[in-house]
């Protein structure tokens, strides 16, 4: 799954993703089609279109998808890519900056 968007949305993105590093193990987050779940497990298979990671991963993860936004990060940019789970995620989360970064 790779998010497509220009900096403001891809910063959207990060906001959300920031809140589910701080929920309770096992709570599930939708996210469009996708389902986003807080666990210290890594399964090995889980439906397509859904994602399971420790919440230190989601932090990672939002940082690396703002540092896309803020062009700090080559975009595409792909989550397995960073090398920071293993086993890497069977379906990788991914962003793509399609417009012009956002100033900072």
């Not at 949305?9 to 809140?19: A, M, P, T």
């Amino acid at each position: 799954m790779r998010f497509k968007g220009d900096a403001a949305s891809i910063e959207r993105l990060e906001s959300e993703l920031r809140i589910i590093q701080h929920s309770s193990f096992e709570q599930k987050y939708t996210l469009g089609s996708i389902t986003l779940i807080v666990s210290d497990e890594l399964p090995y298979a889980l439906r397509k279109g859904t994602y399971q990671m420790p919440r230190d991963a989601w932090n990672v993860l939002a940082s690396k998808f703002m540092e896309v936004a803020m062009s700090l990060e080559d975009s595409p940019f792909d989550f397995n890519d960073c090398g920071y789970l293993y086993p890497p995620l069977e379906f990788d989360l991914g962003v793509e900056l399609v417009v012009k970064p956002n100033p900072h």
